[in-house]
Nanobody
């Protein structure tokens, strides 16, 4: 019903930048929050940032001042601009979205397939 597709991951040197994108498609009536999570090898998935439909944002302490989340509601797309990247930012990054598929239905969380970000010299 709803698909989330991420793009923009890759290999970058410490101090570099990457921009992730995630587009939602399918049967969508409304999207509330959209966000980014990450999971490093051997660690639990953790919240990176999320953004409400009105534009309010929330960030993990570890990325504040370095990452910026934004969204284009007309395109059902969320972005994550990552600057001053560190080796500890290496992880698979997943986007998610809280989606209502009909005007009377519940909001449900959907996940993308993930995109690898590797920060290494």
């Amino acid at each position: 019903q709803v698909q989330l597709v991420e793009s923009g991951g890759g290999l970058v040197q410490p101090g570099g930048s990457l921009r992730l994108s995630c587009g939602a498609s399918g049967t969508i009536f409304s999207i509330d929050t959209m966000g980014w999570y990450r999971q490093a090898p051997g660690k639990q998935r953790e919240l990176v940032a999320f953004i409400y439909s009105g534009g309010s944002t929330n960030y993990a302490d570890s990325v504040k001042g370095r990452f910026t989340i934004s969204r284009d509601n007309a395109k059902n797309t969320v972005y994550l601009q990552m600057n001053s990247l560190k080796p500890e930012d290496t992880a698979v990054y997943y986007c998610n979205a809280d989606v209502q598929t009909t005007g009377w239905g519940p909001y449900l969380f959907y996940w993308g397939q993930g995109t690898q970000v590797t920060v290494s010299s």
